[in-house]
């Protein structure tokens, strides 16, 4: 199933353009009724808000060998990040392909200044910060694949202290990783971060 992309019922529209022009297209340009939406007002692209059913499809098709597009990751809300967490662990994504990281980093971005969701948005930064990508490369990846007209330097500077608060949560995740179990013959007490 190496080449097999997971799938679930979800739909991307983009605002302001007229449907009538792009008649053959016309799904691309106006949201599917029944369906949720996120929205990234920079944009003005809408993302359907992905149902319990659709998150668990998702994982389980992972879990049988397929693989999970970057894309997808602009469809959860922090109700899924556990599911998110598992998905960008077990999803067989290409942490050295630029487009990945480009994705990823914007879906982040999206996920804490558009959406709202800030348990993504950090689940996605841990596991990038965790897949040796460094804050210089990560900002630069996100201003590449936005645009530098597009990044608002507001949400820059949000994301900018929300990606160090990341850098610490993932330093503190492998120092605890690093020191001795309780019950182990060097057992020692915890340091709390």
């Not at 449907?19 to 929205?39: N, S």
């Not at 949000?158 to 001795?180: H, K, R, Y």
Request: hydrophobic fraction near 40%.
């Amino acid at each position: 199933m190496k080449n097999i992309l997971a799938t679930a019922p979800m739909h991307r529209w983009i605002g302001g353009v007229t449907p009538d022009l792009f008649k053959k297209e016309a799904y691309l340009y106006q949201p599917k009724p029944g369906l949720v939406y996120q929205t990234d007002y920079t944009y003005n692209e809408h993302f359907s808000i992905l149902d319990a059913e659709g998150a668990e499809s998702l994982v389980r098709q992972v879990e049988e060998g397929a693989r999970i597009t970057p894309v997808c990751f602009h469809h959860f809300t922090d109700k899924h990040c556990e599911a998110v967490q598992l998905l960008l662990e077990n999803g067989q994504i290409d942490y050295r392909f630029r487009q990945s990281i480009q994705h990823l980093v914007f879906a982040a971005y999206n996920h804490l200044n558009h959406y709202g969701n800030r348990e993504i948005a950090m689940a996605i930064l841990v596991c990038l910060i965790g897949h040796s990508l460094t804050k210089s490369e990560l900002l630069f990846e996100l201003e590449y694949y936005h645009g530098y007209e597009g990044v608002c330097p507001e949400y820059l500077k949000d994301f900018t202290a929300f990606l160090d608060g990341a850098i610490i949560a993932t330093n503190a995740m492998a120092l605890e990783m690093t020191l001795p179990r309780k019950g182990s013959s060097t057992e020692q007490q915890k340091v709390k971060i």
